[in-house]
């Protein structure tokens, strides 16, 4: 049998998403995820015109050839565009091979390593009472991890803060179209001041701890905004409110930074959203300068890259904290449960629902229950795409925003 057919698939649910449909010889259909947040089409054309005709006629079993002829083949190695088309391929390749056993993917991975994926949700609040009654509501469903990020005073709009209220659906999707919903032409940029944040966080932790107790998981996301000596600070005076997990505190490809956090405090650190490959942690592993690592498998180089990875992290005590935002479709988000179920350096994994409309279009049989995941049992990956709905949504350019610091110099996002 062999590859027989390889088609692009471009679909905006509600955001973009890029996905590959892979075809073989007797008919069999593997997806696979390659969305990059605000860069899609990048890897439309890496895939359309220089991936896919070197396919046809492969043999689809040979998925780790078939990696290592994308990742060494075309002497261009890594970078964020490549690994996502490396990702769509290994990870279209991999749903094949378990629709063939008939096992649902965990099981090629070596079985079931546990009965459920704790998860944990996105929790925030332009106000610190807007953000106890998300985090409250969440508790109530059984839930018991979240990740908090809070409006900060005296800044406008920063990163993770939801625009829904407390009871409404939660909305928060960081890729934004224009504001009446056609292609955005640019991205909007927002205002950041680190001081203002330093001030103001760590009262937050205190305030929750206080009116929360002890046993809910508390996950933060500095979103690579801090220099070192304040990411430094800012672990060490969170070290009383026992947070689960500080993420990118620094800029995640300075690997080094870390050394200086890692000596102040004992806060846990996670890193490695940004990430595509197994040198990006390198020394972050040799090193134990993280407890967790953050990659998805749609940006590290798919099921056969992020393995890899947590293979050599599990070496090392590091565990595992999949990248689940909506920007991962539900097929890169499958393919991390179906990992997270397999290897014993689980961690945590995000759940970041997806849209009503994207799960109209892609049909999932993961579940979510009692704050736990798990990637149900139907052979493969688990998720099909509706291609006929997918071609009623055609691509609507949209962007991350952009940060500037209030002086007007431009910063990390
Ligand atoms: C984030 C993401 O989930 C996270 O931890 O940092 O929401 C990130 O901002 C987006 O994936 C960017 O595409
Ligand atoms: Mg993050």
């Given at each position: 049998m062999s590859i027989e057919k390889v088609d692009v698939i471009v679909t905006s649910p509600g955001r973009n998403f890029v996905t590959l449909k892979i075809t073989t010889s007797d008919g069999i259909v593997g997806w696979g995820d390659g969305t990059l947040n605000g860069r899609e089409l990048a890897v439309v054309a890496y895939l359309r015109d220089h991936v896919g005709p070197t396919l046809i006629g492969r043999n689809e079993d040979n998925i780790e050839d078939t990696w290592q002829y994308l990742y060494r083949g075309p002497y261009w190695r890594r970078g964020p565009v490549t690994m996502a088309s490396i990702a769509a391929v290994d990870m279209a390749l991999w749903d094949i091979k378990a629709k063939k056993a008939g096992v649902p993917l965990y099981q090629l991975l070596g079985g079931a390593s546990r009965s459920g994926l704790r998860a944990y949700v996105h929790a925030s609040g332009a106000t610190y009472e807007d953000l106890l009654d998300v985090i409250r509501g969440y508790m109530a469903q059984g839930i018991t991890a979240v990740r908090v990020q809070t409006g900060i005073p005296g800044l406008g709009q920063v990163y993770g803060v939801a625009s829904s209220k407390p009871g409404e659906k939660y909305n928060y999707e960081p890729a934004l179209r224009s504001a009446d919903g056609t292609a955005a032409t640019r991205p909007a940029e927002e205002t950041w001041d680190s001081r203002?944040?330093?001030?103001?966080?760590?009262?937050?932790?205190?305030?929750?701890?206080?009116?929360?107790?002890?046993?809910?998981?508390?996950?933060?996301?500095?979103?690579?905004?801090?220099?070192?000596?304040?990411?430094?600070?800012?672990?060490?005076?969170?070290?009383?409110?026992?947070?689960?997990?500080?993420?990118?505190?620094?800029?995640?490809?300075?690997?080094?930074?870390?050394?200086?956090?890692?000596?102040?405090?004992?806060?846990?650190?996670?890193?490695?959203?940004?990430?595509?490959?197994?040198?990006?942690?390198?020394?972050?592993?040799?090193?134990?300068?993280?407890?967790?690592?953050?990659?998805?498998?749609?940006?590290?180089?798919?099921?056969?890259?992020?393995?890899?990875?947590?293979?050599?992290?599990?070496?090392?005590?590091?565990?595992?904290?999949?990248?689940?935002?909506?920007?991962?479709?539900?097929?890169?988000?499958?393919?991390?449960?179906?990992?997270?179920?397999?290897?014993?350096?689980?961690?945590i994994q995000e759940y970041m629902p997806h849209s009503e409309e994207t799960l109209k279009v892609f049909h999932t049989s993961y579940t979510f229950k009692n704050g736990f995941l798990h990637p149900g049992d139907t052979p493969g990956l688990g998720v099909e795409l509706d291609e006929e709905l997918a071609a009623a949504y055609p691509y609507t350019a949209a962007y991350l925003p952009v940060n500037r610091l209030t002086d007007g110099t431009m910063y990390d996002w």
């Open positions: 203002a944040y330093l001030n103001y966080m760590p009262g937050v932790f205190k305030r929750l701890r206080e009116d929360l107790g002890t046993e809910i998981r508390l996950l933060h996301d500095g979103h690579h905004r801090l220099t070192p000596i304040e990411a430094a600070r800012l672990a060490r005076e969170l070290e009383p409110c026992d947070l689960f997990w500080l993420e990118d505190p620094t800029p995640a490809e300075d690997q080094t930074a870390l050394r200086l956090v890692r000596r102040a405090s004992t806060t846990p650190l996670a890193t490695g959203e940004v990430f595509n490959s197994v040198f990006d942690y390198q020394t972050l592993i040799t090193e134990r300068l993280i407890d967790y690592v953050r990659s998805s498998v749609t940006h590290a180089g798919g099921v056969t890259g992020l393995k890899r990875i947590l293979d050599f992290a599990g070496i090392y005590g590091i565990k595992s904290g999949i990248h689940g935002p909506t920007d991962v479709s539900p097929i890169g988000m499958a393919a991390g449960l179906h990992i997270d179920m397999a290897i014993h350096n689980f961690g």
